[in-house]
C-alpha cells in the first residue's frame, strides 16, 4: 500500500518534465573551457521551466556557483552569466542528497516560451573565480554532474 502511494505521489511530481540529461563531469574538475552541450526541440508556443541540475560533493572550494550560459539555434542566441548560491552562511550544502554528494536543481527560464520548433542548443560552462583573480579557475573541483530539467510550465504551481 505504502509503495502504491510513494509511486503515485513521485510520478504526479514529475509527469510534466518533458526533457532531462546530464553530463559526468571529469574527476579532475571542470576545466574553464569545456562546454556542456545538450539539445533540445521545444514545442512551439509552450511554456517551460528550465532548470540546471548540479551536483556537487565536499571538494567544491566556493559557497556559489558561477555559470556562464546561452540557448541557440541557427537564427539566435540568448546568453547568460549566472550565480547560484551553493551554501548557507555557515557552509552547509543547499540541495539533496546524503554523505557528501548533494543535488541543486537551479532555476534558469521560468515561463519561457520559444517561438519556433528549431532544435535548441544549450552550453553552460564554468566561471567561478577567486576573489580578486581577473581569470577564471582553469579547472575547477567538486562539480560531477551538470544538467537540465525541462519542465512544462504549470501556472500557480
Known amino acids: 500500500m505504502y509503495l502504491i502511494l510513494l ?7 514529475t509527469n510534466n518534465i518533458v526533457f532531462e540529461k546530464t553530463v559526468d563531469i571529469n574527476k579532475e574538475g571542470w576545466h574553464k573551457d569545456s562546454i556542456v552541450q545538450m539539445k533540445f526541440k521545444p514545442e512551439v508556443n509552450q511554456a517551460y521551466d528550465i532548470f540546471f541540475l548540479i551536483r556537487n560533493d565536499n571538494d567544491y ?9 546561452d540557448i541557440e539555434d541557427r537564427n539566435t542566441k540568448i546568453a547568460d552569466t549566472l ?4 551554501a548557507d552562511k555557515k557552509g552547509k550544502w543547499l540541495g539533496s542528497g546524503i554523505w557528501d554528494l548533494k543535488e541543486s536543481k537551479l532555476i ?10 528549431l532544435t535548441k542548443t544549450f552550453n553552460i560552462q564554468q566561471a567561478d ?20 530539467v525541462i519542465e512544462k510550465y504549470i501556472k500557480n504551481k
Open 7 to 13: 509511486s503515485i505521489i513521485f510520478s504526479s511530481c
Open 83 to 86: 550565480e547560484y548560491e551553493m
Open 108 to 117: 534558469y527560464k521560468s515561463n519561457f516560451i520559444f517561438n519556433d520548433t
Open 129 to 148: 573565480r577567486k576573489s580578486g583573480q581577473v581569470t577564471g579557475d582553469a579547472l575547477l573541483e567538486g562539480i560531477n554532474t551538470v544538467g537540465i
Open 61 to 69: 572550494p566556493y559557497s556559489n556557483l558561477f555559470l556562464i550560459a
